[in-house]
């Protein structure tokens, strides 16, 4: 089993910025990706950003939030986090922490709300 804890979120102006962060434990050592997800009200839950866990650290961004959040990790903290510039109030949405071991199970973290106020 894996858990994870998101922590960060929060109400913020457009324009502005959040670090979200999501620490792991449990079976760590099987898990191969972590990354974000984010479900906004009436919407399905869709990726954000990925990265391997590997020392390529291969990263994957949906297309709206390129050039604006960075996701990054901590192997030594088990922990990853995710650093969104230039919020926009469409960015509003429930943050969930996802990781995926190397049988493809999924793990998700509780959801953190971050809101962008325009």
């Known amino acids: 089993q894996v858990q994870l804890v998101e922590s960060g979120g929060g109400l913020v102006q457009a324009g502005g910025s959040l670090r979200l962060s999501c620490a792991a434990s449990?079976?760590?050592?099987?898990?191969?990706?972590m990354g974000w997800y984010r479900q906004a009200p009436g919407k399905q839950r869709e990726l954000v950003a990925t990265?391997?866990?590997?020392?390529?650290?291969?990263?994957n961004y949906a297309d709206s939030v390129k050039g604006r959040f960075t996701i990054s990790r901590d192997n030594a903290k088990n922990t990853v986090y995710l650093q969104m510039n230039s919020l926009k109030p469409e960015d509003t949405a429930v943050y969930y922490c996802?990781?995926?071991?190397?049988?493809?199970?999924?793990?998700w973290g509780q959801g953190t709300q971050v809101t962008v106020s325009s």
């Open positions: 449990g079976s760590i050592f099987s898990i191969v990706v």
């Open positions: 996802y990781a995926r071991n190397s049988g493809y199970r999924a793990y």
């Open positions: 990265t391997t866990t590997s020392s390529d650290g291969i990263t």
